[in-house]
Nanobody, 122 residues
Framework: VQLQASGGGLVQAGGCLRL?????????????KAWFRQAPGKEREFVAA??????YYTDSVKGRFTISRDNAKNTVYLQMNSLKPEDTAVYYC??????????????????WGQGTEVTVSS
């Protein structure tokens, strides 16, 4: 499975962006999907995931970010609203088959996109 992330950019605080991750080369619909992010000088962190009919979010983005998928388009999205400067990072999409207890662990995902940069100015 090859993943291609897009949609990043520069936005002012309070603004919004929608990231997309298009998949090719495999049965994308059979995988759980997730978004992670990595800020400069920090470790990669979990942002959101969708596994079956359930969604998962890190606390800092709950109520602001929404993960969704379109299986017909082999694409997963991350709608980001009310962006904050601390959301600035490179965002990565991922696909894998985690169990529920490991859905937030990057080790659970086998396929990764190349990253798309999000910069939120204050």
């Amino acid at each position: 499975v090859q993943l291609q992330a897009s949609g990043g950019g520069l936005v002012q605080a309070g603004g919004c962006l929608r990231l997309s991750c298009a998949a090719s080369g495999g049965t994308f619909s059979s995988y759980s999907k997730a978004w992670f992010r990595q800020a400069p000088g920090k470790e990669r962190e979990f942002v959101a995931a969708i596994k079956g009919g359930s969604t998962y979010y890190t606390d800092s983005v709950k109520g602001r970010f929404t993960i969704s998928r379109d299986n017909a388009k082999n694409t997963v999205y991350l709608q980001m609203n009310s962006l904050k400067p601390e959301d600035t990072a490179v965002y990565y999409c991922a696909a894998g088959r985690p169990i529920t207890s490991t859905v937030r662990a990057h080790e659970s995902y086998h396929y990764w996109g190349q990253g798309t940069e999000v910069t939120v100015s204050s």
